[in-house]
T-cell receptor
Framework: ETGVTQTPRHLVMGMTNKKSLKCEQH?????MYWYKQSAKKPLELMFV???????ENNSVPSRFSPECPNSSHLFLHLHTLQPEDSALYLCASSQVYQETQYFGPGTRLLVL | AQSVAQPEDQVNVAEGNPLTVKCTYS??????LFWYVQYPNRGLQFLLK????DNLVKGSYGFEAEFNKSQTSFHLKKPSALVSDSALYFCAVRDASGNYQLIWGAGTKLIIKP
């Protein structure tokens, strides 16, 4: 349960705010992921960092900006979000070339 | 296009009865298939996976899944359901393009009634 941690667990922000989500993994993995989870929809993969290099995902709006300073930490910077961005944001990690991913508890985001 | 379908939004089962959560997939090549579970206010937890070998895969918490290539299915099963099995279950398949990423189903809510 404590292998992947995320902070904050809950976040309410206005559309003009700037905030950041943080993820930390203690599993020695070298790949990290950001997912968006909305009710009754498949998980949407937003970004992947593999060996600290970003795999682009062209469908993610530029108001979401990831940062991976090292293999243990991952951030998601948020600015000028829209109400439809309200969702649960999940971080996950794995070994590169290993499909089994380990998830954090998520950040529940509400955009007003 | 590669995809995963979980045809049931919700499955209701009485405690002690067998349960099945359905998953079908569409992917080129040999599929790598996964089941994850999400309890309320928690992240997803890995349950089991199929890569090769025996079509019946055993996983955590007494769950198992049966790979059926002809029906392109990977249904999750448990012989005797517990109330504590109530959760959201996700099926996933590895992207066949070689990037090792997962393609996810929309999830099935499993409710076990006492």
């Amino acid at each position: 349960e404590t292998g992947v941690t995320q902070t904050p667990r809950h976040l309410v922000m206005g559309m003009t705010n700037k905030k950041s989500l943080k993820c930390e993994q203690h599993l020695g993995h070298n790949a990290m992921y950001w997912y968006k989870q909305s009710a009754k929809k498949p998980l949407e993969l937003m970004f992947v960092y593999s060996l600290e290099e970003r795999v682009e995902n062209n469908s993610v709006p530029s108001r979401f900006s990831p940062e991976c300073p090292n293999s243990s930490h991952l951030f998601l910077h948020l600015h000028t979000l829209q109400p439809e961005d309200s969702a649960l944001y999940l971080c996950a990690s794995s070994q590169v070339y290993q499909e089994t991913q380990y998830f954090g508890p998520g950040t529940r985001l509400l955009v007003l | 296009a590669q995809s995963v379908a979980q045809p049931e939004d919700q499955v209701n089962v009485a405690e002690g009865n067998p349960l099945t959560v359905k998953c079908t997939y569409s992917v080129s090549g040999n599929p790598y298939l996964f089941w994850y579970v999400q309890y309320p206010n928690r992240g997803l937890q890995f349950l089991l996976k199929y890569i090769t070998g025996d079509n019946l895969v055993k996983g955590s918490y007494g769950f198992e899944a049966e790979f059926n290539k002809s029906q392109t299915s990977f249904h999750l099963k448990k012989p005797s359901a517990l109330v504590s099995d109530s959760a959201l279950y996700f099926c996933a398949v590895r992207d066949a393009s070689g990037n090792y990423q997962l393609i996810w189903g929309a999830g099935t809510k499993l409710i076990i009634k006492p």
